[in-house]
């Protein structure tokens, strides 16, 4: 069956480090995958999109590797701070569809 | 922009109620998506819409959901009769040009049905 995984439900990093985010998938052929953060109450938003042809997207203090051979995307906030704190959301989209499949989430939280 | 409004924000119904969730897509966004999201089940894609016509529905769970999107800047997503494991959060997103989308939500429609 097909799987998205988040391997950490909760995330605790110290503020100034990098925190390290992974999403895993089986059973898929991305053509596309997305990262969102969702804060309490609120809807996600969008952060990065890489495709399948790319290995690697930056966008300010964000990075996202995607390795299709292994199957997984690796999520990457350097020089981290509280304000980062959040749930961050993976989401595929596979060839021929346009319908985006979200992984569980992992709850990052920075320390002061 | 006021971004994706969804009304109400709150609903508390009775089961056996019916439901009636609301959305406004961005102006210009092509693309419509109702999405579901429960601790248990996480974020779940419902049905979606492009230039107003539902394209994929399988991810509405059975007979009770329906969605419409009678013109460019509104959709709904009712649920009759509803019942307590409909209990949710609902969110709307929109998105333009083609796909991959990268989609913007709306603050959600928090729903509880006792």
């Known amino acids: 069956s097909q799987k998205i995984e988040q391997n950490s439900e909760a995330l605790n990093i110290q503020e100034g480090k990098t925190a390290t985010l992974t999403c895993n998938y089986t059973?898929?052929?991305?053509?596309?995958l997305q990262w969102y953060r969702q804060d309490p109450g609120r809807g996600p938003v969008f952060l990065l999109l890489?495709?399948?042809?790319?290995k690697e997207k930056r966008k300010e203090r964000l990075k996202v590797t995607f390795d299709t051979t292994l199957k997984q995307s690796l999520f990457h906030i350097t020089a981290s701070q509280p304000a980062d704190s959040a749930t961050y959301l993976c989401?595929?989209?596979?060839?021929?569809?346009?319908?985006?499949?979200f992984g569980t989430g992992t709850r990052l939280t920075i320390i002061p | 922009d006021a971004g994706v409004i969804q009304s109400p924000r709150h609903e508390v119904t009775e089961m056996g109620q019916e439901v009636t969730l609301r959305c406004k897509p961005i102006s210009g966004h092509n693309s419509l998506f109702w999405y579901r999201q429960t601790m248990m089940r996480g974020l779940e894609l419902l049905i979606y819409f492009n230039n107003n016509v539902p394209i994929d529905d399988s991810g509405m769970p059975e007979d009770r959901f329906s969605a419409k999107m009678p013109n460019a800047s509104f959709s709904t997503l009712k649920i009759q009769p509803s019942e307590p494991r409909d209990s949710a959060v609902y969110f709307c997103?929109?998105?333009?040009?083609?796909?991959?989308?990268?989609?913007?939500f709306g603050p959600g429609t928090r729903l509880t049905v006792t």
């Open positions: 890489i495709r399948e042809n790319e």
């Open positions: 997103a929109s998105g333009v040009g083609q796909a991959p989308y990268e989609q913007y």
């Open positions: 059973n898929y052929s991305p053509a596309y």
């Open positions: 989401a595929l989209v596979s060839f021929g569809n346009e319908k985006l499949t």
